[in-house]
């Protein structure tokens, strides 16, 4: 299914573009039917870079990352994001995925499979620029997952609030972030810098070389990008973020 939609953020910036967005489906691995969107912009080839938005726990990805979408789209990114089978409403968004599973109880780690048919849906789409993995909360941890056993498809890894700790148990992102020969770029709000792991978890990053980022303000997950949720301006967030991106996708 087609929609087109008014992008917001290029009508602020003088433009009166329209971007594409398909709702589509895929298949895991392991027979689970996963929906998505992909979004484009005008004038974007399939060879531009590409970022495959995951969301955090309890969540969906138009609830999670609808406000972000056409900021990114603006800066010339395809997406490509998907409802993960563990999630939920916590956006006041519907998470397909989920519904389709029925009364299936699945952890975390369970949702690795899930990222795979992303990424494999994208190339199978005929989308082959360089590539970011976007997670937030619990999809931060499994990107690095995701980064390490397809090193030859990830370009960079952008991680909001990667989950740690027993909910993640067989999946932690420190058990592989050592592997991760990507950038990296980890994010936290500052109120999560008083969580007992987090600390560590950020040394850790950081005497492994990779990039670390401490939003203030700033909210869970992916949503510290949205002005909204954190009832303050994200600029100097949206910035390091950004200037990642630019700097890693090329």
């Avoid at 298949?27 to 080839?45: F, K, N, R, S």
């Amino acid at each position: 299914m087609r929609t087109t939609v008014l992008l917001a953020a290029l009508l602020a910036a003088g433009q009166t573009a329209l971007a594409d967005t398909e709702s589509v489906t895929m298949q895991t691995t392991d027979g689970i039917t996963v929906h998505g969107e992909i979004y484009t912009a005008p004038g974007v080839t399939k060879s531009a870079p590409l970022i495959l938005l995951f969301h955090q726990g309890g969540g969906d990805s138009r609830g999670e990352y609808a406000p972000l979408v056409p900021r990114l789209l603006a800066e010339g990114y395809n997406l490509v994001a998907i409802d993960q089978r563990r999630g939920g409403d916590r956006f006041d968004g519907d998470n397909r995925t989920l519904a389709g599973v029925g009364a299936a109880e699945y952890s975390y780690c369970d949702v690795m499979p899930d990222l795979e048919a992303a990424l494999d849906y994208a190339r199978e789409r005929g989308f082959d620029g360089p590539t970011a993995a976007w997670g937030s909360s619990y999809s931060a941890a499994l990107v690095f997952r995701l980064a390490s056993a397809r090193d030859d498809e990830i370009d960079a890894i952008v991680a909001f609030s990667p989950a740690s700790g027993e909910p993640m148990a067989g999946c932690m992102p420190e058990d592989v972030s050592a592997d991760v020969r990507q950038p990296v770029l980890a994010l936290r709000p500052t109120r999560e810098m008083q969580v007992p792991y987090v600390p560590g978890q950020m040394a850790l990053f950081e005497e492994q070389g990779h990039r670390t980022y401490v939003a203030d303000p700033g909210v869970h997950g992916s949503s510290m990008l949205n002005e909204a949720r954190v009832g303050a301006s994200v600029d100097a967030t949206w910035a390091v973020v950004l200037g990642f991106l630019r700097e890693n996708l090329r």
